[in-house]
């Protein structure tokens, strides 16, 4: 058995071995850093056994399928410590996630804030006494007989779910074991710095039908300033909740009237107005025509999408006439009834049509959070009908509108691959051929990308784009997924150049995705300190007396009539409190009106942070912010 390492270096073995012994073989140095192993693109623990040859990585902490080792090791070491001091709770998943592991519990004990100290004190007694994390694999019906000697309800779901020709595998941590696929390291040892930070609430299953589970999170690290850098992370998120600030500069509110329905108020359309109206020049400039479809359209258009047997428990539905309707939550099958509703010649392709679409998604209520999961949302859709020789040009046009895009608000990014999922439409050869296609994409444009196996659309592989925001949080905004089932279901064609008919390769692709979630994340990268071209109120102009009131009017009506949102704040308040307050609003520049002002014809200047500009021309002033505005600067 031949393993390629990262370096191009080949190690041959005579038989299967186990991931620890290769990396021992290689170094004890690299051994006592390592937490397991990538092998042909599978995450494997320390303990798992390598079957066959192929490309090896060793795993750190640093790598995030490291951290995912990692961490699953620390949900299982929490089910423990809770064990321990709640012997008779009963234990549902506990999987590693983006940032750390949760675990879902059932006990009727009810946790608090101060449990999580208590249980977080027991995990680093476990961790510190370095357990083997031993893993064993048995019969499906030994499994089902030792969890329901133990009593784990959840744990017996679970197995009866799996075939019944398949074995299972446990893994032991002291006296504790748990159901579980893997992987996990070789010892707790590792686990040097944890932290519990929150409860919550979740149905069994995700099925608001099921009973409602205790979820703990937490999060851990091999080094102390690993986990300080993260608490610190977290108390300047804290600062920067979108929901808090979006109520601040009233931007929008949630209601209970309608929960996951955000309600908009002036300022917040002004920055969405803002961000779309930029949106859609930069499309129009793309070639992108613009179209608009109904939110409520027939069942039987859901069927022949296959939304219906792949989406339906997320859809709302409704009835017209006697007849059954579904509340769109895609726009991709109204757009293709508009490319179907006139012929096509390979010579009008590509047609790229372009939606701001709004969809409307069931999401369980324990999961809606401000705009960053909500019931309805506006995307801005696209959806590109091409021809197959099109289609890595228009994946290459789509990569750089999302960079184009991104670079425009100061993030960074990174780009994933996800591969079919088991729940999917199509043959492996319409699956193989897309995903080989948005793999040349990404390599002939030297992005580097990370593969995400099984995690594409059910009707084609897609790019994932990730954004890092100012404080390094990842946030999932934009895609482009390559299609080529839609367009066998909705007989899609145009006429090729021998004069028969043929079939268009469709391609989805959002970018801003979500244009509510965006603009949550836009308030939270920024802090609500938003870059002067989208901020509700861009300029303040404060006299300092009533007597200043009339050149104070004169300078804001300049300013309007030169295009910007300026206010004059004429209120008989102290000039403290109001440059104070126009601080707390975020407001890019206040402008001061006193006595020498009006006498020079000036005005003085300070902009957002405190920063006195000093005094300057009103022309000298517009020219500066303009530069600011149309070049879209970032402070």
Request: net charge negative.
């Amino acid at each position: 058995m031949q393993l390629i390492m990262p370096d191009g270096a080949i190690r041959n073995y005579d038989e299967n071995i186990l991931v620890k012994d290769v990396i021992k073989d290689i170094s004890e140095g690299l051994y006592r850093n390592t937490v397991g192993a990538l092998v042909n693109g599978k995450i494997l623990g320390m303990l798992d056994e390598i079957e066959e040859g192929g490309e090896f990585k060793a795993l750190k902490f640093d790598d995030q399928e490291g951290k995912e080792i990692f961490w699953h090791t620390s949900a299982h070491i929490l089910a423990h410590a809770v064990k321990n001091l709640w012997p008779d709770s009963k234990f549902a998943i506990g999987p590693a996630i983006d940032n750390g592991f949760y675990y879902d519990i059932d006990t009727e004990h009810r946790f608090s804030p101060e449990d999580l100290d208590k249980i977080e004190k027991e995990m680093k007694s476990i961790a510190k006494k370095d357990l083997p994390v031993i893993k064993k694999v048995i019969s499906r019906n030994d499994a089902l007989k030792m969890f329901k000697d133990l009593d784990e309800i959840y744990k017996v779901e679970l197995i009866e779910s799996i075939p019944e020709d398949e074995t299972i595998s446990l893994y032991e941590i002291g006296d504790f074991v748990d159901l579980c696929r893997g992987p996990h390291l070789e010892k707790t040892g590792k686990i040097k710095q944890i932290k519990l930070l929150s409860i919550a609430g979740a149905y069994w299953r995700g099925d608001e039908n099921n009973k409602m589970l205790q979820r703990i999170y937490g999060i851990s690290f091999e080094k102390k300033k690993e986990l300080d850098k993260y608490v610190n992370m977290l108390e300047e998120a804290a600062k920067r909740d979108h929901r808090k600030i979006g109520k601040d500069l009233e931007l929008f509110t949630m209601h209970e009237e309608g929960p996951g329905f955000p309600f908009f108020h002036p300022n917040g359309m002004i920055i969405r107005n803002q961000l779309e109206s930029w949106w859609r020049k930069v499309l129009e400039k793309n070639g992108y025509g613009e179209i608009m479809t109904p939110i409520i359209l027939n069942e039987a258009l859901w069927h022949k999408s296959g939304h219906w047997d792949h989406y339906r428990e997320n859809m709302y539905f409704t009835k017209i006439d006697g007849a059954d309707y579904a509340i769109k939550p895609m726009n991709c099958p109204g757009s293709t009834l508009v490319y179907s509703s006139s012929p096509h010649s390979y010579r009008d392709l590509p047609i790229r049509l372009s939606e701001f679409g709004q969809v409307h998604r069931h999401e369980l209520s324990g999961a809606l959070h401000g705009l960053f999961r909500v019931r309805t949302f506006t995307q801005d859709d696209a959806h590109v009908y091409c021809l197959p020789s099109q289609i890595q040009d228009e994946i290459f046009k789509m990569l750089d509108l999302a960079m184009y895009l991104y670079d425009t608000f100061g993030f960074d990014y990174k780009f994933e691959l996800s591969t079919r999922p088991e729940d999917s439409m199509g043959s492996d050869e319409q699956w193989n051929i897309a995903i080989d296609a948005l793999k040349k994409a990404l390599e002939e444009k030297g992005i580097d990308y990370k593969v995400n196996e099984g995690d594409g659309a059910f009707y084609g592989p897609k790019i994932d784009i990730q954004l890092t925001d100012a404080i390094g949080r990842p946030w999932q905004c934009g895609t482009i997924q390559l299609d080529f089932q839609m367009p066998e279901n909705f007989d899609l064609t145009y006429v090729n150049e021998q004069g028969e008919k043929a079939r268009p390769v469709m391609i989805h692709r959002a970018l801003l995705g979500s244009i509510e979630r965006f603009i949550g994340v836009l308030i939270e990268h920024f802090a609500g300190n938003f870059p002067l071209w989208i901020s509700p109120v861009q300029i303040k102009v404060i006299p300092i007396s009533e007597r200043f009131t009339d050149y104070a009017n004169e300078i804001n009506k300049m300013l309007i009539d030169k295009g910007f949102r300026s206010q004059a704040d004429l209120r008989s308040e102290k000039l403290g409190y109001k440059i104070r307050e126009a601080q707390l609003k975020k407001i890019n520049y206040v402008i001061v009106i006193g006595e020498k002002e009006v006498n020079d014809k000036t005005i003085s200047v300070r902009k957002r942070g405190g920063i006195d500009l000093g005094t300057m021309k009103v022309e000298e002033f517009i020219e500066k912010i303009t530069e600011e505005r149309d070049t879209k600067a970032i402070e």
